[in-house]
T-cell receptor, first 113, second 114 residues
């Protein structure tokens, strides 16, 4: 499985944008970029995913570099509830069955009030 | 939608005892995953099923661990005999197969083996 590299921790101020980087230099053409987050004492939850184009949803935006070797998760206006560990994961697509995802160590995001 | 249901939420047992963790996936989902999370090793995938069939159990630590999925709405993870190093939070997740999916995680079972 291709590997991702993320900073161990980041801090941001409430109501400001947050940019969480992820490097995946060994990504293959069929790998999707997924982001999950884990709030304290909860299971992980899906945030967003993409393949080549930038993506937006109600939770966040995903900016993917043109060479796909890196990506950035953007929280447009951080709240205290966004404090969590954010995981950047690569997953090979499969038309016939669900494939596994491998969680790395993630980035622990702290939000200052 | 009730989400993924796991039971029990907390389990404390003595070394050597058998432990059974249970999971009910979201209705309609045909893939189920068991994970273990510890401070030292983070989130580890133990095993996953597609259409009730185990696909990849390479993450199962050893023969003391076994998992079954007798039908689409129920799965168990059993540890026999349990050891203190098995103490962790065990998560179950479910999804639908295909080119894109998101995994929905349960609240986890916190296992403590003394």
């Amino acid at each position: 499985d291709a590997k991702t590299t993320q900073p161990n921790s980041m801090e941001s101020n409430e109501e400001e944008p947050v940019h969480l980087p992820c490097n995946h230099s060994t990504i293959s053409g069929t790998d999707y970029i997924h982001w999950y987050r884990q709030l304290p004492s909860q299971g992980p939850e899906y945030v967003i995913h993409g393949l080549t184009s930038n993506v937006n949803n109600r939770m966040a935006s995903l900016a993917i570099a043109e060479d796909r070797k890196s990506s950035t998760l953007i929280l447009h206006r951080a709240t205290l509830r966004d404090a969590a560990v954010y995981y950047c994961i690569l997953r090979t697509s499969s038309h016939s069955s669900a494939s596994k995802i491998i969680f790395g160590s993630g980035t622990r995001l702290s939000i200052r009030p | 939608d009730a989400g993924v249901i796991q039971s029990p939420r907390h389990e404390v047992t003595e070394m050597g005892q058998e432990v059974t963790l249970r999971c009910k996936p979201i209705s309609g989902h045909n893939s189920l995953f068991w994970y273990r999370q510890t401070m030292m090793r983070g989130l580890e995938l133990l095993i996953y099923f597609n259409n009730n069939v185990p696909i990849d159990d390479s993450g199962m630590p050893e023969d003391r661990f076994s998992a079954k999925m007798p039908n689409a709405s129920f799965s168990t993870l059993k540890i026999q005999p349990s050891e203190p190093r098995d103490s962790a939070v065990y998560f179950c997740a479910s999804t639908t197969s295909g080119t894109f999916y998101e995994q929905y995680f349960g609240p986890g079972t916190r296992l403590t083996v003394t």
